[in-house]
């Protein structure tokens, strides 16, 4: 207890109270385990340590086939929800499938429809159809309770994954959540510049982010998120939920986890500030935080059920 206190500590985060000492001790080696690999990077001509799992296709009719991999373990399970614009393969991604891996929890991470390597055409892409993706996912790959991780809009899908299957989805962590965003970043444009991007049909979105420096975001798209808004009313989940949110964060503010704190029904929600992180949140820090969070939930959890 003490130790992961102190670990936490110096991660320059709120201590967490870590719950029951069995749980701990699942808990201190499944973090022991994945931080004690040195940084020292494996020989070039290695590819990676990481075992080889081929990924997996859900197939569904009418709708793109989905890439996914699942690691089968314990309940609840953790399922990751990516970004805009990003695939299974992110750092927050792997670091959780290392940490399921070390406690023996079940782990499922995914591509959304156009996206990596699953099907579809990413143009056509909306958030209802990537709500539709996280809910496929849920419903016929994950088995039992689960976790939701949403990275940035992410984080928006999980909250709509946890309205629509409130029986299957037992706690929420959103990491830098990104709700309602693009719909109140186009809002906050001058009149014209909405004009023009309508006529256009399409908003080059300025973002350090994107390798080419802009998000070619389809007008289309927007407006077909304003129907997923979920701020401007209360947000019917009721599970546990921790937003972890970067203060450095220019591209999504952190008073948006807070929004989402405020909206949501449930009592049970933290919002953890970092000072010094920025939108990714995926230095060693971070990730350090969000393997303690999930931890500290699955804890929660598995006490609260016996
Ligand atoms: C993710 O990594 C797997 C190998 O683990 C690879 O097969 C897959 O193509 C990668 N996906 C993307 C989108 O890069």
Redesign the pocket.
């Known amino acids: 207890m003490a130790g992961a206190c102190t670990a936490a500590a110096a991660a320059g985060i709120f201590c967490l109270s870590l719950g029951r000492a069995a749980v701990s001790f699942g808990f201190r080696h499944g973090v022991s385990a994945l931080f004690a690999q040195k940084p020292e990077r494996a020989p070039r001509w290695l590819p990676a340590c ?1 075992p ?4 997996s296709f859900l197939s569904r009719p009418d709708l793109p086939n989905l ?1 996914y ?1 699942r690691l089968k373990g314990k309940s609840p399970g953790i399922i990751f929800i990516p970004g805009y614009i990003s ?3 992110g750092t927050k991604a792997l670091a959780i499938e290392d940490f399921c891996k070390s406690l023996g929890h079940a782990y499922i991470r995914f ?1 959304y429809s156009g ?3 699953s099907d579809g055409n990413f143009q056509e892409c909306t958030v209802g159809r990537w709500r539709k993706d996280v809910l496929s996912i849920i419903d016929d790959v994950a088995v039992g309770p689960q976790i939701l991780v949403g990275s940035s809009l992410g984080g928006w899908l999980m909250l709509h994954a946890a309205i629509a299957r409130p029986q299957k989805v037992v706690a929420l962590i959103g990491v830098a959540t990104a709700v309602d965003s693009l719909v109140t970043q186009f809002n906050q444009l001058p009149v014209e510049v909405k004009k023009e991007i309508e006529m256009k049909g399409v908003w080059s979105m300025p973002s350090k982010y994107s390798e080419e420096g802009v998000y070619h975001v389809q007008y289309s798209f927007i407006k077909e998120a304003e129907h997923h808004c979920l701020l401007h009313s209360p947000i019917p989940v009721s599970c546990p939920i921790r937003l972890l949110h970067g203060m450095r964060d220019d591209l999504i503010p952190w008073h948006t986890s807070v929004q989402v704190a405020d909206r949501v029904v449930s009592t049970d929600v933290d919002v953890i500030l970092r000072k010094h992180s920025d939108h990714r949140m995926k230095e060693k820090e971070d990730i350090q935080l969000l393997v303690y969070t999930i931890d500290d939930l699955i804890d929660k959890l598995s006490t609260e059920v016996n």
């Open positions: 990481r080889k799992m081929s990924v890439a991999k695939n299974m393969n591509d996206v990596g390597n």
